[in-house]
Each structure stands twice: as C-alpha cells, then as structure tokens.
C-alpha cells in the first residue's frame, strides 16, 4: 500500500514565525502536491513537483514556497506565518505514468496561527 | 480553464435511503473524473474514477457514477446508504493532456441520520 505520511497532525504557532511542513511517501511516486483545505473551498493546490528539484507554482502559492531535495520528500514552508494561514494542508503524491492519474494523500496537518 | 462545480454543501440522509451527490465540470477539452472521499479525521482516498470506456463506473462499496458527457456531470449515487458512508465527497477533474493536476470541487458533507 502506498503511504504518505505528514510530519504533524496538529501544529500551533505564533505569527511572523518560519513554518515547515513535511511531507515522506515511500513508493517512489515522481509527482507531490501541497494543498489546503478549507470549508466551502475544497482543496486548492499550492505546489506541485513532478521530479526532485523541480517544482511549479499552484492557484494559490503566495506566502508559501516548497523544497523537494529528494524524491520521497516534499517540504512545504511558510516563512511567515499569518493568521489567514490558518487551514488543513494536505500532502499528495502519485505515478507520472501509471495512466490511473490517483493520487494518494496523507492524513493532513492542521495548522493554526496566533 | 476547467472547473468543477459541487451544487451541495451539505446532504442529510436517513439510514437505507438512497442518495445522489451532484457534480458538473466545465472544459473545452477531454477530462478525466474522479470522485474522492475524505472520513473524518483522514486524508482523502480515491473512490472511484471515470477514465474511458463505460460511462457507468462503480466502487467496491455500492456507489457509482455516471459520466454524461452532453450534460457535462459526473453525479454520485447510492441506493442504500450506511451510517459508515458519513464523510465529505470530493469530485475533481483533470485534463487528458495535464493528467498529474487534478482540480477538486468544494467538496459535499454526507451525513446519515439513524
């Protein structure tokens, strides 16, 4: 089974703070998303990298950047934290070539900026 | 652009009642769908998906749906629903020629009343 798992369930941190979330998946999958979920919004993408090194902008990348330094691991960072900021991020990843297009997501992280 | 249009929020059903989630999309080209489902406390997992072939596509769990292309839907039904169904339902798309980025809706809450 594929898995993806995110660095915390829950985080609290204070405004103006540096934030990083991690995101592992262990089946070689080349794509990873990073979106955010909020209600009445669905999931709206922030980043997404289709090999390691290489990432591109989503609908909502302002206030946000990612590294992906391997191809298991996608980070998604925060270099100041704000109270809009304030939502679950959800961690994907899937197969460039499978031709099923799924993508698998981890549990999510739900963060909340003071 | 392509986007995905959720026309319920919320959906309250009795035990053993059937059920129909809406979707519609739009696009000038080719799609894929999927319907995802996320139960609480959990990231999201793929349902079911329509990729070619029968427009009639079913999960292992007694849901389906159906893709009208001349109606631009993707609709998702039950005819009997189980408490264990309660969860938001997300639909999404994704372009033939872009197939790693899936655009989702903004998602429809199931809840069932015993």
């Known amino acids: 089974d594929v898995k993806v798992t995110q660095s915390s369930r829950y985080l609290v941190k204070r405004t103006g703070e540096k934030v990083f979330l991690e995101c592992v998946q262990d089946m070689d999958h080349e794509n990873m998303f990073w979106y955010r979920q909020d209600p009445g919004l669905g999931l709206r993408l922030i980043y997404f990298?289709?090999?390691?090194?290489?990432?591109e902008k989503g609908d909502i990348p302002e206030g946000y950047s990612v590294s992906r330094e391997k191809k298991e691991r996608f980070s998604l960072i925060l270099e100041s934290a704000s109270t809009n900021q304030t939502s679950m991020y959800l961690c994907?990843?899937?197969?460039?070539?499978?031709?099923?297009?799924?993508?698998?997501f981890g549990p999510g992280t739900r963060l909340t900026v003071t | 652009a392509q986007s995905v249009t959720q026309l319920d929020s919320q959906v309250p059903v009795f035990e053993e009642a059937p059920v129909e989630l809406r979707c519609n999309y739009s696009s000038s080209v080719s799609v894929y769908l999927f319907w995802y489902v996320q139960y609480p406390n959990q990231g999201l997992q793929l349902l079911l998906k329509y990729l070619s072939g029968s427009t009639l596509v079913e999960s292992i769990n007694g849901f389906e749906a159906e893709f009208n292309k001349s109606q631009t839907s993707f609709h998702l039904r039950k005819p009997s629903v189980h408490i264990s169904d309660t969860a938001e339902y997300f639909c999404?798309?994704?372009?033939?020629?872009?197939?790693?980025?899936?655009?989702f809706g903004s998602g429809t809450r199931l809840s069932i009343r015993p």
């Open positions: 994907a990843s899937s197969l460039r070539t499978s031709g099923s297009y799924e993508q698998y």
């Open positions: 990298s289709y090999d390691v090194k290489m990432k």
């Open positions: 999404a798309v994704t372009l033939y020629s872009s197939a790693s980025k899936i655009i």
